[in-house]
């Protein structure tokens, strides 16, 4: 089953504006991470953050983490088109041998 | 450094037909996994190998698939008699030997499997 499920599903924006999209997960998590995929390609590692930490940031992405809600935060500021693409939040299943993903938010940046 | 590797990028089969997967790692990292993603949908775990062993098969069909990660060589992905619904995308993903559970996995660029 989903473990984490991303909302919106889909945002549409304007360059320079800020994107956040949001992930809710089901269990208890070691760590959270945040991909980012191109159409037709495959995945690329954005950030981690740990259960013990509850913002993170790099370069233009903020990343936060409230555990007793069980959900995150990914923030692009200033988005760019380049940044149009699908955004996976993921996490550690209980044995720790596998990512588990969310169907995934699908941006839209437009210059 | 090279990324994880895969091939072929795109592979077409007809129903009844085996299909064979290949992902050759990070240099450095020991242990592979392969997910499955379909049109619109998250990536799917399938299984986890470490170089001759088997780890977790839980996302697994039972029968058709089965995967492998010899000394040498590259980890396979194998689907035998492929029907329509295995049509997918199937990532690869490698990270090194860790101690913390849930570490990053780097990915490749898929193997976009057809069916006709």
């Known amino acids: 089953s989903q473990q984490g499920e991303e909302d919106p599903q889909a945002l549409s924006i304007q360059e320079g504006e800020n994107a956040t999209m949001n992930c809710s997960y089901k269990?208890?998590?070691?760590?959270l991470q945040w991909y980012r995929q191109n159409s037709g390609r495959g995945l690329v590692h954005l950030i981690l953050?740990?259960?013990?930490?509850r913002e993170k940031h790099s370069g233009r992405l903020r990343v936060t983490l409230d555990t007793s809600k069980k959900s995150s935060s990914l923030l692009i500021t200033a988005s760019r088109a380049a940044d149009t693409a699908s955004y996976f939040c993921a996490t550690d299943n209980q044995a720790g041998t596998a990512l588990i993903f969310g169907k995934g938010t699908t941006l839209s940046v437009s210059s | 450094n090279a990324g994880v590797m895969q091939n072929p990028r795109h592979l077409v089969r007809r129903r009844g037909q085996e299909a064979r997967l290949r992902c050759s790692p990070m240099k450095g990292h020991s242990h592979v996994y392969w997910y499955r993603q379909l049109p619109e949908e998250g990536l799917k775990f399938m299984v986890y190998?470490?170089?001759?062993?088997?780890?977790?098969e839980s996302g697994m069909p039972k029968e058709r698939f089965s995967a492998e990660f010899p000394k040498e060589g590259p980890s396979i992905l194998r689907i035998q008699q492929v029907v329509r619904g295995d049509s997918a995308a199937y990532f690869c993903?490698?990270?090194?030997?860790?101690?913390?559970?849930?570490?990053?996995?780097?990915f490749g660029p898929g193997t976009r499997l057809t069916v006709l």
């Open positions: 993903a490698s990270s090194p030997p860790s101690r913390d559970r849930g570490s990053e996995q780097f």
């Open positions: 953050i740990r259960s013990n930490e």
């Open positions: 269990t208890s998590i070691n760590n």
């Open positions: 190998l470490q170089k001759e062993n088997i780890i977790d």
